[in-house]
């Protein structure tokens, strides 16, 4: 296990199912997060908001939302009449996420895999840097979970951690991040949202190390 998942998932955040598990130290999350970024967090996030077309009026599902960063700025671009809801199943980051979001960006707790949530009741998912921490088994629910809840036409947009090609880069990973981030099997993220049922518009690369598609529900 990397460093950074000792000291974020706490002592039993941690998985042994080859996902990252939960993220348990909120605090601790927000502050590397936006230090990872460099700076540029926000930059980067309203680039994914923008990229997910997020429209005013839509209402909008954040799955695996951490402490709420990317549903909050997507609360932005819903406005007026929008609203989003993030749903992550550890307690602490839900518990921060909603003493820091403005009203019309809610959370639940819950996993990918058992959204509470109506069918066809979602104009836009998104999702960011949490594939690779839902256990890979419950990978296709969540995403069969996910298509449930848009309704046709809906849109989907997921991006997360793309391993540095770079050997060194990718064992520094594997030493601060872990193995789920090292080996994070980026290259099947298109695989398992077509097999949910969607059809993927289009994918990308977008720095510093993420990778993301789009997909529309039928
Ligand atoms: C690295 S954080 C990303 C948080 C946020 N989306 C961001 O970009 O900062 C990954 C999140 O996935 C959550 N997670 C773990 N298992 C999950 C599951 N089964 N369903 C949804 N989220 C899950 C973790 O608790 C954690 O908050």
């Given at each position: 296990m990397g460093l950074g998942r000792k000291l974020l998932g706490?002592?039993?955040?941690?998985?042994?199912?080859g996902s990252g598990g939960l993220i348990r130290r909120a605090r601790l999350y927000e502050f590397f997060s936006a230090v990872g970024f460099g700076g540029f967090r926000r930059r980067v996030f309203d680039g994914l908001v923008a990229l997910a077309g997020a429209q005013p009026g839509d209402e909008v599902l954040d799955i695996?939302?951490?402490?709420?960063y990317f549903s909050r700025r997507a609360a932005r671009a819903v406005l007026p009449g929008g609203r989003v809801v993030g749903i992550d199943p550890s307690p602490p980051v839900i518990d921060y996420a909603r003493r820091v979001a403005p009203l019309h960006c809610t959370f639940r707790l819950a996993g990918a895999e058992a959204l509470p949530l109506h069918d066809a009741s979602i104009d836009l998912v998104i999702s960011s840097l949490a594939v690779h921490h839902i256990p890979p088994e419950l990978r296709a629910t969540a995403l069969r979970e996910a298509f449930r809840v848009l309704r046709p036409g809906g849109r989907l947009f997921i991006a997360d951690f793309r391993p540095p090609r770079s050997r060194i880069a990718n064992r520094l990973v594997g030493m601060l991040s872990g193995h789920a981030m090292q080996h994070n099997?980026?290259?099947e993220l298109a695989g398992l949202i077509s097999g949910a049922g969607f059809e993927i518009t289009g994918s990308g690369d977008r720095r510093p190390l993420l990778h993301y598609v789009h997909a529309t529900r039928p």
């Open positions: 706490g002592p039993d955040g941690h998985a042994d199912d695996g939302c951490g402490t709420g099997p980026i290259h």
